[in-house]
């Protein structure tokens, strides 16, 4: 029953914009959502995150270029994308975090991003 349904992937140029969304269903009393990504040959990093009383936190290469946001009524969340760099290009995961004494995450499949010329 829990579903997170993602999309907004695609091919950018050096330069370009995309947005990501997650729409997150099945899921009560979330604690946080966000975005992690993974490159080839790399662990999975922190993209950014909200949390539940609208708190964000950004990795540093993606602070000022991303922003994060939410939409509490459809348990949705967005990561907008600009001045996109070739080493942006990753497999993007969204995260739902449930829980405050046993936190427990659920994540999407992922979705492409690819950055290139």
């Known amino acids: 029953q829990v579903q997170l349904v993602e999309s907004g992937g695609g091919l950018v140029q050096p330069g370009g914009s995309l947005r990501l969304s997650c729409a997150a269903s099945?899921?009560?009393?979330?604690?946080?959502m966000g975005w992690y990504r993974q490159a080839p040959g790399k662990q999975r990093e922190l993209v950014a995150t909200?949390?539940?009383?609208?708190?964000?936190r950004y990795a540093d290469s993606m602070k000022g270029r991303f922003t994060i946001s939410r939409d509490s009524a459809k348990n949705t969340v967005y990561l907008q994308m600009s001045s996109l760099k070739p080493e942006d290009t990753a497999v993007y995961y969204c995260?739902?975090?449930?829980?405050?004494?046993?936190?427990?995450?659920?994540w999407g499949q992922g979705i492409q991003v690819t950055v290139s010329s």
């Open positions: 995260n739902v975090r449930i829980g405050l004494i046993t936190p427990y995450d659920y």
């Open positions: 099945g899921i009560i009393s979330i604690a946080a």
């Open positions: 909200i949390s539940s009383g609208g708190a964000t």
